[in-house]
């Protein structure tokens, strides 16, 4: 069973390379529109996956190509995934793609997720891809962990 999903995995990598390699009139991601359309479909299937793997690298993948029509589906990661490995990535996505909506969640994501490891990273993305400055980062010596406020 891993040995399929890993094969799926590689196979959907494989596709957004190759697609990456041929492109002829080049937009964000240097893909023809019907290339970038092909890819991000495929992608949005790979969100659906009930391989976590696969999952993270579609969200990734989704967020480097800056693709808006993946917005819905990352928020509702970021919002209701168990794994909070997915969670972060669905923040990461989110992040790159700048959308107002996803962004909102990102930041939401700082205050009310169930995990202080995802609220720090949702902040750090936040800072980083977003608006810089908007959260100090104080690393406390008695918890042994960064704390995150909004400024």
């Not at 240097?30 to 690298?57: F, M």
Request: hydrophobic share 50%; net charge neutral.
């Amino acid at each position: 069973m891993k040995a399929i999903a890993r094969m799926a995995a590689a196979v959907l990598m494989l596709t957004g390379v190759s697609a990456m390699t041929m492109a002829g009139e080049p937009n964000v991601a240097g893909l023809t529109e019907q290339k970038y359309e092909a890819a991000v479909q495929n992608l949005l299937i790979g969100l659906k996956s009930d391989n976590q793997g696969l999952r993270e690298s579609a969200a990734f993948m989704l967020g480097e190509l800056k693709a808006s029509e993946a917005v819905v589906p990352l928020m509702a990661i970021l919002r209701s995934d168990s794994h909070e490995s997915s969670r972060v990535v669905a923040a990461l996505a989110l992040c790159r793609i700048g959308d107002a909506r996803g962004v909102f969640a990102v930041r939401r994501a700082v205050t009310f997720d169930e995990s202080a490891s995802v609220q720090r990273k949702c902040a750090w993305f936040y800072d980083q891809y977003v608006v810089a400055g908007t959260f100090d980062f104080q690393y406390s010596t008695r918890t042994s962990e960064e704390q995150v406020a909004a400024k």
